[in-house]
């Protein structure tokens, strides 16, 4: 098999598949292993108990996937049209809540995964097909892309199933994978100080996924840093969650606060998330890099007109029934119910105070969850109630 020429029909069939970025890696990730270990150690990951798990399998791709040798990264977009001036207007009317970008259309595992699962259903045709320079991935089937079947690559992290043959097996933020180191030794970006993988060419907003595959495919180079001296993620994260460059705290981050995060929200942090009401973009917004920043082209990441330009208070009234049909395909269902009304009481607790704020809250005052009723009460008296 020509391995070279096969990487270039990779990345062509990825690029018709809607991945703007296409690189390929080796396994080895010693010294972000290390830096992991460190990350922990210092506790920076907060309740999130599955990054210590699964013990070397994170950082050693040929444990969590015997015979993988080499990795295939991509990246999507989602940034949606409006771009950061719609983000910016969002964030800056403390009626509305603010839900980051990513979060505004289709959950983008199921969308990452399928395209994936196709590019991997591609390429394992390849030994016992005849490869044609003009065929297709869309010539090849008349089957949507959401229609295809959906990757078996997600399996249990613990399972030591090595490849049935040639090809490999697809992961979208589903498995024990530092997909941001390995994005960047394929050339997608590098790392920078808010930990986001940035791209010169296009900013950060932008999904990973990859295939760990046992075909020894020739590798590209990996990226170099260009963050030099510049700290304007760090000054513009609300709760100083960028400790160090190059260094997340995530128990004072607000998207591992109100997304990752069960429990009642630190009291001394819940002034600082604003309207933010399902996860954080400030350190994007803040980052030069993404006034290159394109509007997506997938149309699974447009925004829900339910969710986009929504007042807090018609959000803190849905129905549990609403939540969940409101949700449903979408990355919020995975907070829950009780989470979404626990951060929506925040945000209204640093609106400017005003009678339908103070109605909404008291039709929520008494409510069953106790997590609820806690940020309920503490709203109500910054509404002075």
Known sequence: MDYRRLREDIKSWGHELGFRRIGISPIDLANDENRLQEWLAAGYHGEMQYMARHGSKRSRPSELVPGACRVISVGMDYLPSGGLADAMRTLRDPRQGYIARYALGRDYHKVLRRRLTWLLQRIQRQPIQERSPTSSVTERTNASLNDLPLARGDMDPGSNTAFPGPGGRVFVDSAPVLEKALARNAGLGWIGKHTNLIDRKVGSFFFLG???????????????????????????????????????????????????????????????????????????????????????????????????????????????????????????????????????????????PSAQMRAALRERTGHPSPLVAEHVAWALARHGC
């Open 210 to 352: 990859e295939i760990y595959t046992n075909l020894p495919l020739p590798i590209d180079e990996p990226a170099t840093g260009h963050c030099g001296t510049c700290r304007a993620c760090m000054l513009a994260c609300p709760t100083g969650a960028i400790v160090a460059p190059y260094r997340l705290d995530a128990r004072r981050c607000i998207a591992y606060l109100t997304i990752e995060y069960r429990g009642s929200i630190p009291l001394e942090l819940r002034a600082r998330i604003g309207n933010r009401i399902f996860g954080c973009d400030d350190c994007q917004l803040a980052c030069p890099w993404n006034r290159f920043a394109p509007a997506t082209r997938e149309p699974d990441f447009l925004p829900r007109d339910y969710l986009h330009d929504r007042s807090l208070v018609e959000l803190f009234r849905w129905s549990e029934a609403e939540f969940i049909a409101r949700t449903t395909g979408s990355a919020l269902r995975r907070m829950g119910y009780e989470c979404w009304l626990r951060n929506i009481a925040v945000a209204i607790g640093n609106a400017p």
